[in-house]
């Protein structure tokens, strides 16, 4: 239980100093507590004086969600605190990154993988939420580290790659937000639960449309050629992202 409390402030820590642009007050490098086991309530009782064996990550149990965003979270602080140093970071270490993002969110159980709200019929709303929300996360993750490079040296191919990463990641952003908004109308999946809307972070999707912007204004400045698309693709997905603000006070104007 002491574990399942640490693993909420742990979260909450990174997430928050994040939003503010601050370094994380509990330095990852400082820290080694173990995940919880996949354990039910019920599977702990007082007195017990011995843990049981973990259950398998394709059952379910409420503290699942938990454990498999902490292996992400964790990619999450280093690519967070890579950012943030004084020092020019390597690209390779760069690369390195992104490539631990990827095996992390790849270990994600079947249940918890990315998938669109239509194709989601049975699950139930906690799950759909837990999956978008696993999802944004390593999404951001990708973007925050790659964006430095949209305007770094924008003619030199060497970092096209990262350029490349992370508009397709500002992509999915978006269209996970056009996908919960489609499904939170009236009539349609997630009506009944549109609190879901608002309790996804809007910092996430303001990020990937300042990405999308900056890239087009980086390629106007240089006269860039970019594949037309492509560029039509970031343009629409622009469009239907301002859409979905203007109608929608929670979402800003």
Known sequence: MRRRV??????????????MGLPSTIPTEYCDTQVPRNLYDTD??????????????????PILYGIVKSGIMRAFKKIVAHTQSLATPGYDEILAL??????VYGRTPVILRRRDVCESFMDSSDIILERCT???????????????????EPQNPTFEPSRRFCLEAA????????????????????????WMVTALTVHDFLL???????????????LQED?????????RTLQITQQIWAANGDFPP
């Open 227 to 235: 594949n037309q698309n492509f560029a039509s693709e970031k343009v």
């Open 134 to 152: 696993l999802e944004l996360l390593f999404l951001k993750g990708i973007v925050v580290l790659h964006r430095r490079y949209i305007r770094h």
């Open 44 to 61: 702990l009782h007082v007195g017990m004086e011995k843990l049981p064996p973990s259950r398998p990550f394709a059952e379910v149990t």
């Open 171 to 194: 992509l999915e952003i978006l269209a996970r937000q056009a996908d919960i908004y489609q499904a939170a109308l009236p009539g349609e999946r997630l009506h009944e639960d549109q």
């Open 98 to 103: 992104h490539h631990e993002m990827n095996e």
């Open 6 to 19: 640490w693993l909420h402030i742990f979260q909450i820590d990174a997430l928050v100093s994040f939003q």
């Open 208 to 222: 990937a449309a300042m990405v999308l912007c900056l890239d087009l204004s980086v390629r106007m400045e240089t």
